[in-house]
């Protein structure tokens, strides 16, 4: 492929480079230029044009990345048509996601001109959520290059998501002299919270004296009438082979595969089995609804996956997970980040239902779109990048953007309520942000100023409250999550935003009065024209 000026009188059948307008007509980066549009060009007094020309055995990058999709073999997830030489691949259903690491360093190694992007293996995934990208970077790959890729991938699975399955779950905790029964209660409510991602549910729960024979009856017993059976123990463990439970896995004539894990939270967990039935001896930690080693063994056998001693041992690497304020004695205080990184996530996928048949975030401000002056903004503040979520609309929508160093993620089931935009939002957020900021598209007064007294005062809270924009009072938009919401994020529905979590999540929250723009969106005809906007032609 050839890249760089030509004559317009030999553009065409060439690829264009970027967008142009010439004449009143738009036409787009990628596009095969025509002789018609030859013509339009001259009319327009355009003399040469930036384009890729295509060369014997160049392979068109739809076409590559579409053959690419193909050849992968996945589980579990659907490919979408390609568009700008991408595909992308999304979850079927709620599941675990895995991926052969080897084959996909394998294939990126191959040519830099075709890349393959998924998520981390073993991460929770939603339903249409995005798990991999294929992506062309040039606007043609050798047929060489795309013909070895295929090759590696023959006979080889890629990558999975492994749908949840309900499990029936027996619970067992035992009993010490001065342990409350508030505590107990409390252990249940976050075990049902926690099985609730899978459809599973607690069938039965004991309490029992905290000695090895009631807890070997008490599995024996649960273990006929459950598909896992958890046990959670009134003290710590402290001996891998003759603590109770442990040794109460034994006495039940079931086996211990492993005592202790390289997950931290996590590390007094127990791994075992009686008669084909998982038997987890549940760390501390699992009393709290935080991320801790024993939601990655209860998600993986949810989902189907054998976990086994060695997969045990294998989750030291990224097992550190952050300090939890419900324990005792934390092993160091949690260090402030000097300079906590934001993220800013840019929702617009709306359907502009109430503006009577116009795309909102197209309406023109000074000869601007609306979208592409709320994406500029957030580029010019202290954000570390900006994630832009599209839906409706989306081809429209990512042609106003062009140019713009920004990441698109398209979220295929916007019609399905805000929640989803946000999910797909925070679920490409770089594991390097301590917060997100999350911004409408259709909010015209918001300044890079705003953006950044934000981020300031999220960053003088060390990254650990909200930060909820405001005016006289009033609360507004934008907002800043510290990174411990997240995963509460995927657990949003409907219609659902960010205002829930603010309501019900245990963090602190400091409104910021940024003035009106914190209040004025355009979700009408009306709120449009009063904010001095132009409906998209």
């Not at 895995?98 to 830099?112: E, F, G, M, Q």
């Not at 800013?344 to 909102?360: D, F, I, P, T």
């Not at 938009?477 to 657990?491: C, D, M, T, W």
Request: aromatic share 4%.
């Amino acid at each position: 492929m050839r890249f760089g000026p030509v004559p317009l009188a030999q553009a065409e059948g060439a690829v264009l480079a970027y967008s142009i307008a010439v004449g009143g007509k738009r036409f787009r980066k990628a596009h095969v230029l025509t002789a018609e549009d030859v013509e339009a060009f001259r009319a327009g007094g355009v003399a040469e044009v930036i384009v890729a020309v295509m060369e014997a055995g160049d392979v068109e990058e739809n076409e590559a990345a579409t053959r690419i999709a193909a050849a992968l073999g996945f589980d579990g997830a659907v490919a979408k048509p390609a568009a700008t030489g991408r595909v992308n691949i999304f979850a079927r259903h709620d599941g675990l996601f895995t991926v052969d690491k080897a084959l996909i360093d394998a294939i990126n190694a191959v040519d830099p001109d075709a890349t393959i992007a998924t998520l981390a293996s073993h991460v929770q995934v939603s339903t249409g959520q995005m798990v991999a990208t294929v992506k062309i970077i040039p606007f043609a790959m050798r047929s060489e290059a795309l013909d070895a890729i295929i090759r590696l991938t023959t006979s080889r699975m890629a990558f999975a998501v492994h749908a949840f399955r309900p499990h029936r779950v027996g619970v067992i905790q035992t009993v010490l002299p001065g342990v409350k029964s508030s505590v107990l209660d409390k252990t249940v409510r976050v075990t049902e919270d926690r099985l609730l991602r899978s459809g599973s549910s607690v069938s039965e729960e004991v309490r029992i004296p905290h000695e090895a024979r009631a807890v070997a009856e008490a599995i024996g017993s649960l273990a006929d009438r459950s598909d896992i059976v958890l046990v959670f123990g009134a003290s710590a463990m402290s001996d891998p082979e003759d603590d109770v439970i442990p040794a109460a896995i034994r006495a039940s004539g079931g086996t211990v595969l492993r005592s202790g894990m390289p997950v931290d939270p996590g590390n007094l967990f127990v791994l075992g089995e009686r008669a084909g039935k998982p038997v987890l001896g549940a760390p501390g930690c699992a009393r709290s609804p935080r991320l801790n080693g024993f939601d990655w063994i209860l998600d993986r056998i949810c989902a189907g996956l054998e976990v086994t001693s060695g997969d045990v041992a294998a989750m030291g690497v990224g097992g550190l997970l952050m300090e939890i304020p419900s324990r005792p004695q934390p092993r160091e205080p949690m260090p402030v980040p000097p300079h906590p990184q934001v993220q800013a996530v840019v929702l617009a996928a709306g359907q502009s239902s109430r503006m009577r048949g116009s795309n909102k975030l197209l309406a023109l401000f000074d000869g601007e779109r609306l979208i592409r002056r709320a994406a500029l903004r957030v580029l010019a503040s202290k954000a570390a990048g900006v994630t832009l979520v599209t839906g409706h609309q989306s081809v429209l929508v990512e042609e106003a953007l062009q140019g713009l160093e920004l990441v698109l993620v398209h979220n295929p089931d916007f019609a399905n309520g805000l929640s989803t935009s946000l999910k797909a939002g925070i679920a490409a957020a770089p594991a390097s942000a301590d917060g997100a900021l999350i911004m409408l598209g259709d909010m015209p007064g918001i300044t890079s100023g705003d953006i950044d007294r934000l981020i300031d005062v999220f960053r003088a809270s060390g990254g650990a409250s909200i930060v909820r924009a405001v005016c006289n009072g009033k609360r507004g938009n934008p907002v800043i999550l510290p990174r411990s919401l997240f995963a509460a994020v995927g657990k949003l529905h409907g219609d659902t935003g960010a205002r829930h979590l603010i309501e019900s999540a245990n963090v602190g929250v400091i409104d910021v009065d940024i003035g009106p723009g914190a209040t004025i969106d355009v979700d009408t005809p009306e709120a449009l024209e009063n904010a001095r906007g132009m409906s998209s032609p």
